[in-house]
């Protein structure tokens, strides 16, 4: 047998059911198991994706403010993000007028 699996148990698991085949006189498991940085790439391709998704909807978003309020203008997907986005803008202390 060959291939590649992501984990341990998957190559045993496979070399124990060929093994038990009517017939099988012996199994020789040349099944690899990935590397676990391919999963840590993964992790940080889908973190990125997210990362550009969030930076082109802030794109569709405008900021004015005068003294004494902040307006936030633009689309988002959801109503929820809208509150969302205002909470947290609303949380932070750093803002320089």
């Known amino acids: 047998m060959s291939g ?7 190559r045993q698991m496979a070399e124990n059911v060929f093994s038990r085949l009517r017939g099988v006189c012996m ?8 590397s676990r940085s391919t999963f840590y790439g993964i992790s940080t ?3 990125d994706a997210l990362k550009r998704h969030a930076e082109n909807e802030a794109k569709e978003i405008s900021l004015t403010a005068n003294s004494d309020a902040v307006t936030l203008r633009g689309r988002v997907a959801r109503s929820r993000k809208k509150t969302s986005l205002a909470e947290r803008l609303g949380r932070r ?5």
Do not use: L, S
């Open 4 to 10: 590649e699996v992501d984990w341990g148990y998957q």
């Open 93 to 97: 202390r750093e803002f320089a007028f």
């Open 45 to 47: 391709k889908i973190e």
């Open 27 to 34: 199994v020789v498991n040349q099944i690899t198991v990935r």
